[in-house]
Nanobody, 118 residues
């Protein structure tokens, strides 16, 4: 069994910052890529940022220059530092990870709400 537990969401004013964390636990052999997705009301879930096991990041164009993804492999944790937040960043943010127990498989967190007020 694997669990991804997210924390750090909340309400913030436009221009503010939040830091999301996601810790993976369970019978983990290894973790490949980790990432953050978001889903706003009435919209499809979209990739925000991802990071490889070696630390190479990838960002959606809408967050480049404002968000930073990082990971701590020793803690099986991925972070998302969100700066200069905009109302359009309001969404439920989901952590995802490609984890090997017996084979590589995608796992998802339960989601954390981020609300940016104007």
């Amino acid at each position: 069994q694997v669990q991804l537990v997210e924390s750090g969401g909340g309400l913030v004013q436009a221009g503010g910052s939040l830091r999301l964390s996601c810790a993976a636990s369970g019978s983990i052999v290894s973790i490949s890529s980790m990432g953050w997705y978001r889903q706003a009301p009435g919209k499809q879930r979209e990739l925000v940022a991802s990071i490889t096991s070696g630390g190479s990041p990838n960002y959606a164009d809408s967050v480049k220059g404002r968000f930073t993804i990082s990971r701590d492999n020793a803690k099986n944790t991925v972070y998302l530092q969100m700066n200069s937040l905009k109302p359009e960043d309001t969404a439920v943010y989901y952590c995802a990870a490609n984890i090997r127990i017996y084979r590589l498989q995608d796992y998802w967190g339960q989601g954390t709400q981020v609300t940016v007020s104007s």
